[in-house]
């Protein structure tokens, strides 16, 4: 039977260590890391998303700046609020939430986010440090991926990794961050031949495609370590909806590790975001320059050895 590797508890345990964080840059500089959050019109998903970022900032000591802006907000305006966001010392990470209005051009509003509090990650800048291998900001969903993947293997180095999906925000940066650990990586998408067969090669498996139970059981070979990012809404044939992962769940027995959906990514990536939040301010204040993926290590290292 697969373990089951709850993100949950883990994320809890990354907010303790972001709360004692937050203490000791209050002790040593006199600082409450801030994080300023910015949600344009009225998206019920993204509201929920954003009350819980803020809910959790709050609880672990983080100072939170919440801007809701009317769905009317023009580009210029939300790029105004940006620069006095970037110029602003009490906040030292940015998050605007997506998706915006179609009208906005995500991209450039991104893209106008000092790298420095840039705690999603998404900045050219800090994806190119990501890609050379060097210290900045990474996105908080694959840095929360590879968070669970320490948890359950000890030496990464020739193991094949098979990524489904290649986005900016998961699949690329999460094949960049398993390259650095010397895996072999695959990185695919739904339109690619011969999937399943692929698949079937991988030691680790993370999959974020968007699409429901797209990996079936005998997909996986036995023993493998799934992480499963997919958050999608289905309806069952009784009416009802459910939150079902781009993994078939219920098939995937023979594997070694499988994350749930929900409790698996999606709390990390919170928890990640926080951590992001408090690295920013510490970098700020000339410390933090190792990467995040190298902290994790450096964890679980100090776990093996307790």
Same mark, same amino acid.
């Given at each position: 039977?697969?373990?089951?590797?709850?993100?949950?508890?883990?994320?809890?345990?990354?907010?303790?260590?972001?709360?004692?964080?937050?203490?000791?840059?209050?002790?040593?500089?006199?600082?409450?890391?801030?994080?300023?959050?910015?949600?344009v019109?009225?998206?019920?998903?993204?509201?929920?998303?954003?009350? =819980?970022?803020?809910?959790?900032?709050?609880?672990?000591?983080?100072?939170?700046f919440?801007?809701?802006?009317?769905e009317?907000?023009?580009?210029?305006?939300?790029?105004?609020?940006?620069?006095?966001?970037?110029?602003?010392?009490?906040?030292?990470?940015?998050?605007?939430?997506?998706?915006?209005?179609?009208?906005?051009?995500?991209?450039k509003?991104?893209?106008?986010?000092?790298?420095?509090?840039?705690?999603?990650?998404?900045?050219?800048?800090?994806?190119?440090?990501l890609?050379?291998?060097?210290?900045?900001?990474?996105?908080?969903?694959?840095l929360?991926?590879?968070?669970?993947?320490?948890?359950?293997?000890?030496?990464?180095?020739?193991l094949?990794?098979?990524?489904?999906?290649?986005?900016?925000?998961?699949?690329?940066?999460?094949?960049?961050?398993?390259?650095?650990?010397?895996?072999?990586?695959?990185?695919?998408?739904?339109?690619?031949?011969?999937?399943?067969?692929?698949? =079937?090669?991988a030691?680790?498996?993370?999959?974020?495609?968007?699409?429901?139970?797209?990996?079936?059981?005998?997909?996986?070979?036995?023993?493998?370590?799934?992480?499963?990012?997919?958050?999608n809404?289905?309806?069952?044939p009784?009416?009802r909806?459910?939150?079902?992962?781009?993994v078939?769940a219920?098939?995937?027995?023979?594997?070694?590790?499988?994350?749930?959906?929900?409790?698996?990514?999606?709390?990390?990536?919170?928890a990640?975001?926080?951590?992001?939040?408090?690295?920013?301010?510490?970098?700020?204040?000339?410390?933090?320059?190792?990467?995040?993926?190298?902290?994790?290590?450096?964890?679980?290292?100090?776990?093996?050895?307790?």
């Amino acid at each position: 039977m697969a373990r089951v590797l709850r993100g949950d508890l883990l994320a809890a345990d990354l907010c303790r260590t972001v709360a004692e964080g937050v203490l000791q840059m209050q002790g040593e500089h006199g600082v409450t890391p801030g994080l300023a959050v910015v949600l344009v019109g009225q998206d019920p998903a993204s509201q929920v998303y954003v009350a =819980r970022k803020m809910a959790k900032a709050t609880e672990i000591g983080i100072r939170s700046f919440e801007h809701r802006l009317p769905e009317d907000t023009q580009e210029g305006q939300l790029l105004e609020l940006i620069i006095q966001l970037n110029a602003d010392p009490a906040v030292h990470g940015i998050l605007v939430q997506l998706p915006l209005p179609s009208r906005f051009r995500a991209d450039k509003v991104l893209n106008a986010i000092d790298p420095a509090k840039d705690v999603d990650g998404f900045h050219p800048v800090n994806v190119g440090r990501l890609s050379v291998g060097a210290a900045g900001l990474i996105p908080c969903t694959p840095l929360g991926c590879l968070m669970l993947l320490d948890e359950v293997i000890q030496h990464f180095r020739g193991l094949k990794a098979v990524v489904i999906g290649k986005s900016n925000i998961v699949g690329k940066p999460v094949a960049l961050l398993l390259l650095e650990r010397e895996c072999t990586v695959e990185v695919t998408h739904i339109h690619t031949r011969n999937l399943p067969e692929i698949v =079937r090669t991988a030691d680790i498996v993370v999959v974020a495609a968007g699409s429901p139970r797209l990996v079936r059981g005998d997909w996986v070979k036995p023993g493998a370590v799934v992480i499963d990012v997919g958050i999608n809404r289905i309806t069952a044939p009784d009416g009802r909806s459910r939150i079902v992962g781009d993994v078939a769940a219920d098939e995937m027995g023979h594997a070694g590790v499988v994350t749930p959906v929900p409790g698996g990514v999606g709390p990390m990536t919170v928890a990640c975001l926080l951590s992001n939040t408090l690295r920013a301010a510490q970098m700020a204040h000339g410390e933090g320059e190792c990467r995040q993926d190298e902290l994790s290590s450096r964890r679980r290292s100090k776990v093996a050895a307790d």
